[in-house]
């Protein structure tokens, strides 16, 4: 078991999501489940197979909420994820969906 600092130390993820996850619900997928665990960050589309999120909140919520996004919703498929862990920012209040850059 980690120690209390570890679980209660912000941490920030990035990932690049890439299967079937457009017209299938999967950007309101994560943001319901960011919303259930309190993260923050966004989530948006990238191109027709790849979605891309920015997440906020502690490292073991992040892992929780990284093995559910690899689950998506029903009709979605996930084939394959980049992860990146970078520096906590605290510059989001909340979870939102954000347009194709």
């Given at each position: 078991?980690?120690?209390?600092i ?25 943001q ?32 929780q ?10 009709g ?26």
């Amino acid at each position: 078991m980690g120690n209390d600092i570890t679980l209660k130390t912000p941490a920030r993820i990035h990932l690049v999501i890439t299967g079937r996850v457009q017209n299938v619900g999967f950007r309101s997928y994560v943001q319901k489940v960011a919303a259930s665990l309190s993260i923050n960050g966004w989530v948006r589309n990238v191109r027709y197979d790849q979605v891309e999120v920015t997440a906020e909140g502690v490292r073991p919520t992040l892992e929780q909420f990284l093995r559910l996004v690899k689950i998506g919703p029903r009709g979605s498929r996930v084939d394959d994820v980049e992860i990146s862990y970078e520096k906590f920012s605290g510059e989001f209040s909340e979870f939102g969906i954000r347009t194709r850059r």
